[in-house]
């Protein structure tokens, strides 16, 4: 069974720019989380998703984020435009279960590195 | 208060000998506690899983929770340079929102 997987590996782009992250969760799993890290500190929450809804985008930090997941499959997350601070890097979770049971298992893809310059 | 702490480490232990890596959290109605393990520049990997009071162990790993200290730990029995890594410990409140840890680094020596 494939993993979760994300799509670019890697992304440098000039302020202002955008981008746009994609994960492909594995799947049936109805149940995708977007993380960030920024270099030195712990994971963020950005926003989790349940089919093509949006549960909670809580932690998303501001209106140059979008993220969407249309037809409930794979989800983009676009920066823009791309600020220094938006370094980090962007993990993608799916889990199966209920969210927040006991069956919720998160399984990570491998991230996308983003380097904005 | 950050809302899930851990010690930076790194934590280094001797081939063979117990790693003991402790998070305490600050939501009292948190309910779903976490341990993964990540490489550098890899994916974090769930290696355990704990949910009541107590210990719960899967092979050299056991998990403790505490709710009334608000305290989780994993024990990592004779610990292996494979173990070499970065242990982050999450939270999950029963929302949909899974808070982690900076994470521990833990160095075994050969």
């Known amino acids: 069974e494939a993993g979760v997987t994300q799509f670019p590996s890697h992304s440098v782009i000039e302020k202002g720019q955008t981008v746009t992250l994609r994960c492909d969760p594995i799947?049936?799993?109805?149940?995708l989380y977007w993380y960030r890290r920024v270099m030195g500190k712990e994971i963020k929450f950005l926003l989790h998703?349940?089919?093509?809804?949006?549960?909670?985008e809580s932690g998303m930090p501001n209106n140059r984020f979008l993220a969407e997941r249309t037809g409930g499959t794979y989800s983009t997350l676009k920066v823009q435009p791309a600020e220094l601070e938006d370094s980090g890097v962007y993990f993608c979770?799916?889990?199966?279960?209920?969210?927040?049971?006991?069956?919720?298992?998160?399984?990570f893809g491998p991230g996308t590195r983003l380097t904005v310059l | 208060q950050k809302e899930v702490e851990q010690n930076s480490g790194p934590l280094s232990v001797p081939e063979g000998a117990i790693a003991s890596l402790n998070c305490t959290y600050s939501?009292?109605?948190?309910?779903?506690f976490f341990w993964y393990r990540q490489y550098s520049g890899k994916s974090p990997e769930l290696i355990m899983s704990?949910?009541?009071?107590g210990d719960k162990e899967d092979g050299r790993f056991t998990a403790q929770l505490n709710k009334a200290s608000q305290y989780v730990s994993l024990l990592i029995r004779d610990s292996q340079p494979s173990d070499s890594a970065t242990y982050l410990c999450?939270?999950?409140?029963?929302?949909?929102?899974?808070?982690f840890g900076a994470g521990t680094r833990l160095f075994v020596k050969a």
């Open positions: 979770a799916s889990s199966p279960g209920l969210a927040g049971s006991r069956t919720d298992t998160q399984y």
């Open positions: 799947s049936g799993h109805d149940n």
């Open positions: 998703f349940v089919k093509e809804s949006k549960q909670d």
């Open positions: 939501d009292r109605v948190s309910q779903s």
């Open positions: 704990i949910y009541s009071n």
């Open positions: 999450a939270v999950n409140t029963g929302g949909f929102k899974t808070i």
